[in-house]
Structure formats: structure tokens, C-alpha cells
């Protein structure tokens, strides 16, 4: 099966928080550990690799964010 | 940078990927909840004064002037009808041609900030401009309010106590 990727808005990120989706923070340590949405975890993408991913649960959704011009 | 984090947990074998395109700047615009440091800091929103006076593209300078008389205020910001932000007229741009229009004296598309705008970016645009106050807006360019230098100095101040006992 392709790999996919799905575009979403806040009221999508709420909307699948509510049913336990995982959210991952990609920025560095340092913005992550200033503010972070509630709930998220960090994963930064120059880091992000199997073992690091593997904190995450496979079966369940993944959505990752980062600042979008802060 | 989170697209190429989420296709690198495609590749991994992540069958559920999203990808939140607003990302951190749209969550705070909308003040939902956040953690960590500065979570509690106050930003461009929390200071900005929401009583500034406004007026349409068709007001006449002597409608204006109306409004700003006894207000307090020597701003009036220039919105539709949806409260977009359309130009700013200061005081000074009042002339006595009463019949001209804000359209036409208005200062167009100021330069605005969103309310999760940090207090320390919003001053260096204050010090690099050399005025005294900026437009708080929010993500579709909707007037919040208006955010002016002595407030963001006093917040500041208390801030840096803040950081300075955090350390």
C-alpha cells in the first residue's frame, strides 16, 4: 500500500485528539520545552528515526505539527 | 518541516499519519490549551486594548473626529463589515476638509500581529518603526485590538522578573 499523508486544520486536530491520536511536536528541545500544544510529545526531525518513533503506537494516528511562522 | 516528518513516519511504516498545517502559530492565534515554560507568558493578545475606536471606508473626516472626541483615543482603525482590517488613521491625518473620506486619508494595510505574538518580537517592530502602538489581529485579519508601547513595556518588565526567577 502507499505511504500516505493527510492534511488537516485545528478543528481536525481537536477532533482526533478526543479519540486518542497522538500528537508530536518536530521543533528542537528548546521551542518544544518553551510551549507545546497540550498533550504533545517531542520527537524533533532531525532526530526522528525508528527508535525514536518507537514511543509512538503504530495502530494508532500520528499528527505532527510544527510552528508555521510563530 | 513537519511535512518531511510526517512522510519520514510514513516511510517507517506509520499507516495513520497526520499532518496539522497551521501548526503551533494557528493553535496559540486560537488560544487553546498549551504547556511548558512560557505557556502562562502574556502575549500580543492579552495586552491589546479592545476599546480602540473604528470607522468604514466611507466615514467622513467629520465623522471621525466625532468618534475620537472625548474617546481618549487619537486612532481610529478602518474595518468592513466583517471587522477585516482595512487601514489606520491617526489624529495628525485629520484635516479640515471634513467632507474627504477615511479611504482616502487612511493609512492602508498597516502592519498588524497576531495574538500570539511574543511581547519581545512585537517591541523590536515597535523600536525598528519608532511608534507607538501596533494592530493586533487575528488569523483572518479581523481586528482584536490595538496593543500600545507602555503597556508592552510594563508587561515586559514583569516578565523579566518572571524569567529572572525561573533561572
Sequence with gaps: MAEKVYEIDRDQVRSLMAKGAQLVEVLSSKAYNAIHLAGAKNIPLAGLNRETAAQLRRNQRVIVYCADDL | ?167
Excluded at chain 2, 508601547?149 to 516578565?159: P, V
Design chain 2, 1 to 167: 518541516m513537519s511535512a518531511r516528518a510526517a512522510w519520514r513516519l510514513a516511510s517507517l511504516g506509520f499507516k495513520q499519519v497526520y499532518r496539522y498545517r497551521g501548526g503551533k502559530a494557528d493553535w496559540l492565534a486560537y488560544g487553546l490549551p498549551v504547556e511548558g515554560a512560557e505557556a502562562g507568558d502574556p502575549r500580543a493578545g492579552d495586552l491589546a486594548r479592545l476599546d480602540v475606536p473604528t470607522c468604514r471606508l466611507s466615514d467622513s473626516i467629520d465623522q471621525i473626529q466625532a468618534r475620537l472626541e472625548g474617546s481618549g483615543w487619537d486612532t481610529c482603525v478602518v474595518v468592513n463589515d466583517e471587522q477585516v482590517v482595512l487601514g489606520l488613521i491617526r489624529a495628525e491625518a485629520l484635516d479640515e476638509n471634513s467632507w474627504r473620506t477615511a479611504e482616502e486619508i487612511m493609512e492602508p494595510a498597516p502592519r498588524t500581529y497576531r495574538l500570539s505574538k511574543s511581547l519581545d518580537e512585537v517591541a523590536r517592530y515597535l523600536d525598528q518603526q519608532g511608534t507607538d502602538s501596533v494592530l493586533v489581529t487575528n488569523p483572518e485579519g479581523k481586528l482584536f485590538g490595538l496593543l500600545m508601547r507602555n503597556d508592552l513595556e510594563q508587561a515586559r518588565a514583569e516578565l523579566e522578573k518572571k524569567r529572572s526567577s525561573r533561572q
